[in-house]
């Protein structure tokens, strides 16, 4: 069988000398969104992480598009088509919005024009809010210029760290949708996102996390019908 698009396969792994992640596997395929749930210290972050090259594999290996990406560091993988936004420090608030969506364009050196208004499709408060201060927006509104910064490298897969951290339950919505319609142009998107219950809903496929290992794998859908999952994770 064909690897997904993106896998972290088999990883073992952590900060120092103790393991966070046992042999642990989480994917996404084109045009899907797959999420990672689980409890508060599971290894969620952690194994977004080591999909992206932040933390060394002691175990198993890393594949983008059927080519180990293992040894490549971050910076490489975001030149190899990885967009990451990480769940803080993901904005430079003294920028103005466009000058955050430029820097984003850093490893491009082609038109970003195109791309740019892109982004203010995706998210037309922005293109509203284009010469203000990044640092001077909303909670919400921070987190559509750290994912469209993003998007401005044209990446192939998206990988978002708790993407709805500390919004209203309004605008976590729409910063759901927004992630929908990112996903319907073909850019697969991996999440690690607290709201199980509503990540699960929007998800192709989930991941339940416990203590760095995969609990349970299956369709966004069959999780949510769970009953076990249901009890443990979602709160009944």
């Known amino acids: 069988m064909a690897d997904p698009y993106l896998i972290g396969d088999a990883m073992t792994g952590g900060y120092g000398g103790a ?83 430029e820097m984003g364009a850093f490893i491009r050196d082609d038109d970003i024009s195109d791309t740019r208004e892109q982004v203010f499709d995706l998210f037309p408060i922005l293109r509203d809010k284009r010469a203000q201060a990044a640092g001077e927006l909303s909670g919400g509104q921070r987190q559509q210029v750290a994912v469209g910064r993003a ?9 978002l760290d708790e993407p709805t951290a500390g919004v209203s339950p309004i605008v976590m919505d729409e910063l759901f949708d927004r992630i929908i319609e990112v996903a319907r142009t073909g850019i697969p998107i991996l999440m690690v996102e607290q709201n199980a219950r509503q990540a699960l809903e929007i998800a192709d496929k989930g991941f339940v996390m416990v203590q760095g290992r995969n609990r349970y794998t299956d369709t966004g859908k069959a999780l949510l019908a769970d009953p076990e999952v249901r009890k443990s994770f979602l709160g009944g």
């Open 19 to 101: 393991d966070i992640l046992h042999d642990c596997t989480i994917s996404v395929e084109r045009g899907e969104i797959a999420v990672i749930v689980g409890p508060n210290g599971a290894g969620k972050s952690t194994a977004m992480k080591a999909v992206f090259g932040m933390l060394q594999l002691r175990k198993g290996m890393v594949r983008l598009d059927g080519t180990d990406i293992t040894g490549l560091s971050p910076q490489a993988r975001v030149r190899a088509g990885m967009g990451f936004v990480p769940q803080t420090g993901n904005i430079f608030p003294g920028m103005t919005v466009e000058e955050n969506l």
């Open 151 to 159: 998007l401005m490298t044209k990446p192939k897969v998206l990988m």
